[in-house]
């Protein structure tokens, strides 16, 4: 058995190193975590991170696959067995958890973006998707069109709130408490000020209002899955 670095007493584990790494990005440090800022803040030497991933780009996918594992455990939540459920309600409440788990993580949730790598995880839920597809009449390539066009949706709509609130950080704005654009002429004769006014009020609705921000995204979710159904 390998000696207990200096200042702990317990071993170094995996799932330690990503738990901390999630920390730092979530605590919203100045620079993104290091190996040498996550080797200071669990008392190891830098080599006791690299024992364990062999790169910068492991530490952070095993810190996603930890947002990833709330996301499961909060779509657990709210459809508990999702294999019996209507097939809407659980594609609407996987996109809803995967909402949320991202945007409490938002300043890590850039790295959703990079090219998935296979793992238990995501076979677990291609499956789960493959399953709710047929269910809803689609299979093959009928299937993988609408995958994409959810996910589309799904992921998009998660990286615009993060990206949003992550620049608003960066750039010291504070959410502004109403939102309006100038209508020249030529367009007020085009449109009603109902309709250009109702624009304006979600145009940053995340940031000054998330709970009609989650509602709308929601129902817009449910319109683009039952579109599958239909």
Known sequence: ???????????????????????????????????????????????????????????????????WAEVAAEMQALVPDPFTADPVDVLVAAGLATR???????????????TPRSNAFLAATVGLVASLMERLGLDGEDAAAAFHTYATFTLGSVMFVAARMAANEQLDEQPSQRFRTEHGPRAAKRSSEQTRAALDDVMDLSS??????????????RRVVETFAA
């Open 1 to 67: 058995m390998t000696r207990l670095a200096q200042d702990r007493d317990t071993h170094l584990t995996p799932q330690e190193i990503a738990q901390e790494v999630l920390r730092q990005f979530d605590a919203g440090a100045t620079n993104e975590p290091s190996i040498r800022r996550l080797a200071a803040a669990l008392k190891v030497a830098p080599s006791a991170i690299y024992h364990h991933y062999p790169s910068r780009a492991a530490i952070v996918d095993a810190a996603c696959q930890l947002v």
């Open 100 to 114: 949320r788990g991202w945007t409490r993580h938002h300043r890590v949730a850039q790295y959703m973006a990079a």
């Open 208 to 221: 000054v209002d998330p709970a009609r921000d989650e509602a709308l995204y929601v129902a817009g979710l």
